[in-house]
Structures are given as C-alpha cells and as structure tokens.
C-alpha cells in the first residue's frame, strides 16, 4: 500500500507546483509524481484531459480518486490535509486573509506572466508602453505586499502560513526576471520576508536561493532577416 496522499503533476521548475510541494513538506504530507510526464503532450491526451479537462498544471489526483486542478486550490487542499500545520489559519478570517494574499500575488504573478511573455517576443507586436504598465501593474501589487510586511513577520498571524509559500514562491519567480537590484530597494520587507520563506529547512531542495538580478531583463528585438 503507497503511503502518498495524491499524485501531482507539475514541471520541475513551475514555481505553482513548488507551492505545492512546498505546502506539503510543511504539513508532512507525501506526494507521488507521474512517471514519465511529457508536459505539453502528455496533457493534450484523452488520459490526462478525462482527469483535467482544461488540460494544464498543476494537477491533483488524490489516492482516494479526488480529482483537482488550478494551483491555487490544490495548494489549498493539500495543506487542508495537515491540518495541525497551521497553513491555512486558525479560523474562517485568517483563512480568508490567507486566500486574500494568494489571490493577490496571483494577480501580481500574471503581470510577471505578462512580462516574461513580452520579453520572449510571445506576446506580440512588442510595444514598450504595454512592457511598462505590466511593470508598474506588477510592482503595484508588490508594493502593497512589502508594506503588509513592514510591521510583521508573516502575513497573517505569528507563523508561516499558505499566504508565506504563495507569495514567497512567485516574488521568486519575478527575482529572475525582473526584480533587480533598484527594485528590490523599494521592496525590502518583502525581500527579507523572501529569504525567510525560502530558507525554512523543511523547503530544501524545493525552491532555488534568491538570485541577484543586476538589471531587469530587456527587450531585445529580433535580428531583421
Ligand atoms: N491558472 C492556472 C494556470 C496553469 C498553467 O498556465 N499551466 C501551464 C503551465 S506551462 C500549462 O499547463 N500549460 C499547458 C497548456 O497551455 O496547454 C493555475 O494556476 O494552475
């Protein structure tokens, strides 16, 4: 008899899968992966889509059969299976400032979609006042992150919650591509609350060491054939 509590399917560097994961490890839950997951195609076949019929990652099927996709909710209800961790609060208003700060870096996190998007030339034409309002969009939301955190450790109540692993992993995601040295000086409660989230002992081996970006990754133009 396996002892995981579901199987995930996710990439190895999708920062929502490593939520997950991360949610996990925090509550002593154990998860399985796929074998031999191709992503792009296996996700496309009936198999996966009878599962998943929106065909995308990450994606829950739990040992009881339960089917579930859309990071944001798995996270949710994998943390719901350790229920001593404390991930989700302790009552129904810290569960909902919880869900506040996930829906929130969820939109900030769309921006960073955004701009990496742009800056691989997939999202074209390329214009540089709509690379700008991704960027301030995105730094908006950043910005209201960081000042939550000027009086606090965390982000709701005194211990790590689902809100510190979402936020964490998706301000790391944006540390790649596009929070650099200047803006990281505007961000500093949220700096640190980063170094916190990632360096927990119990996330080892899930997220990567907070990069330093020296400067924003530029557009730069395909060479004219
Ligand atoms: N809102 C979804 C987004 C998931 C998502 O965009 N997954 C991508 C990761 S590459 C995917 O599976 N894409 C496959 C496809 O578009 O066919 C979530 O948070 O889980």
């Not at 009936?46 to 909710?73: C, N, Q, R, V, Y």
């Not at 569960?95 to 990496?116: A, G, K, M, Y």
């Not at 309002?133 to 955190?149: A, D, E, K, P």
Request: proline letters at 6%; glycine letters at 6%.
């Amino acid at each position: 008899m396996s002892d995981i509590a579901g199987t995930l399917w996710t990439s190895p560097g999708q920062y929502t899968g490593r939520v997950i994961k991360a949610a996990a490890a925090f509550g002593g839950i154990k998860l399985g992966f796929p074998a031999n997951y191709v992503h792009h195609e296996d996700n496309h076949k009936e198999e996966f889509k009878s599962k998943f019929p929106h065909s995308k990652i990450p994606a829950w099927l739990g040992s009881d059969g339960f089917t579930l996709f859309e990071s944001a909710p798995v996270a949710r209800y994998v943390a719901s299976l350790a229920p001593n961790s404390g991930l989700l609060g302790s009552n129904l208003r810290e569960r909902t400032l919880i869900d506040q700060w996930v829906h929130l870096i969820e939109e900030v996190n769309d921006n960073t979609e955004n701009i990496e998007e742009i800056l691989d030339g997939d999202l074209v034409p390329y214009t540089k006042p709509m690379h700008t309002t991704f960027i301030s969009q995105q730094l908006r939301g950043l910005t209201t992150l960081n000042n939550h955190l000027a009086t606090r450790t965390f982000f709701v109540g005194e211990r790590i919650t689902l809100a510190d692993i979402y936020v964490g992993a998706l301000v790391l995601r944006a540390c790649h591509i596009n929070i650099d040295t200047a803006e990281r000086k505007k961000l500093p409660h949220l700096m640190r609350h980063l170094e916190t989230v990632v360096n927990q002992p119990v996330f080892e081996g899930i997220f990567p060491s907070v990069p330093v970006l020296e400067k924003a990754r530029a557009y730069v133009p395909p060479k004219k054939k």
